[in-house]
T-cell receptor, first 114, second 114 residues
């Protein structure tokens, strides 16, 4: 157990819908990262937050957005869902946003878009 | 941006033999190189990492080597055991200025045959 929690574990929804994935970082970690893992694209970095502020953006679609709240939990919002959005979504956390810190991954949320 | 190539995509070895997975990266500014192990349906777990001021690092049966000139790094697993069977991902990151983005390779599925 990494100490990073994600809810829900599974999510099944229809095309065009909107969903929210939630992540709580390890105690003491200020930085949160979101990744998408699909079979054909591997692990893709989406976005990073540090202490409530966006710090880095990767291959995140405009239909996706995220935020980090004062209690440091983060939410990833996915809207106008398409079949291709079906994937495992992982959240990771680290103490700081620097490369000297290990990223610990949560158990993931499996999203299925029908 | 950074591009990480990982080879081979699949690897089968006999129990007790060694396994080697190789990665190359494109951004010469990358300075952090972690390796993650992911079992089926589970979260990626960090197994070892190396920073650019170090050429080699070892942890029991696992070792990682880094060649910054050639921009490649490798994972070596000795005396493989069935529980080493999993997908292994290499990654590279450039850290600094408050941001830290991991770029992953596509993964290597390692099968250890008893």
């Amino acid at each position: 157990d990494s100490g990073v929690t994600q809810t829900p574990k599974h999510l099944i929804t229809a095309t065009g819908q909107r969903v929210t994935l939630r992540c709580s970082p390890r105690s003491g970690d200020l930085s949160v990262y979101w990744y998408q893992q699909s079979l054909d694209q591997g692990l893709q970095f989406l976005i990073q937050y540090y202490n409530g502020e966006e710090r880095a953006k990767g291959n995140i679609l405009e239909r996706f957005s995220a935020q980090q709240f004062p209690d440091l939990h983060s939410e990833l919002n996915l809207s106008s869902l398409e079949l291709g959005d079906s994937a495992l979504y992982f959240c990771a956390s680290s103490v700081a946003p620097a490369g000297t810190d290990t990223q610990y991954f949560g158990p993931g949320t499996r999203l299925t878009v029908l | 941006g950074e591009n990480v190539e990982q080879h081979p995509s699949t690897l089968s070895v006999q129990e007790g033999d060694s396994a080697v997975i190789k990665c190359t990266y494109s951004d010469s500014a990358s300075n952090y190189f972690p390796w993650y192990k992911q079992e089926l349906g589970k979260r990626p777990q960090l197994i070892i990492d190396i920073r650019s001021n170090v050429g080699e690092k070892k942890d029991q049966r696992i070792a990682v080597t880094l060649n910054k000139t050639a921009k490649h790094f490798s994972l070596h697993i000795t005396e493989t055991q069935p529980e080493d069977s999993a997908v292994y991902f290499c990654a590279a990151a450039v850290s600094g200025a408050g941001s830290y983005q991991l770029t992953f390779g596509k993964g290597t599925k390692l099968s250890v045959i008893p």
